[in-house]
């Protein structure tokens, strides 16, 4: 199993920026894609963004495009989010995965956009 392990979710004011970061326990340049995902209080899981397994293609929920950018080194097992123009609805653990997602999840980072 690959495990997965998000960081540098915080505290931010609205239009605030973060950058997340998840890193892979083994090599995730096989994957054929990777995607974030978020999960606000009360709310199901929902996917934010994806990128195919060369970084070439990536896809965004609509609620973050234009905010939001995906990227992955595959070198380094690693992937990232960068968040811009932060809204509280943005507000939420935000989690890692391939796309389609598979068990297990990591523990997430908590992001909270509020003034």
């Known amino acids: 199993q690959v495990q997965l392990v998000e960081s540098g979710g915080g505290l931010v004011q609205p239009g605030g920026s973060l950058r997340l970061s998840c890193a892979a326990s083994?090599?995730?340049?096989?994957?054929?894609?990777m995607g974030w995902y978020r999960q606000a209080l009360g709310k199901q899981r929902e996917l934010v963004a994806t990128?195919?397994?060369?970084?070439?293609?990536?896809t965004y929920s609509d609620s973050v495009k234009g905010r939001f950018t995906i990227s992955r080194d595959n070198a380094k097992n690693m992937v990232y989010l960068q968040m811009n123009s932060l809204k509280p609805e943005d507000t939420a653990v935000y989690y890692c995965?391939?796309?389609?997602?598979?068990?297990?999840w990591g523990q997430g980072t908590q992001v909270t956009v509020s003034s």
């Open positions: 990128i195919t397994s060369g970084g070439v293609t990536t």
């Open positions: 083994r090599s995730i340049f096989s994957f054929a894609a």
């Open positions: 995965n391939r796309a389609p997602p598979r068990a297990p």
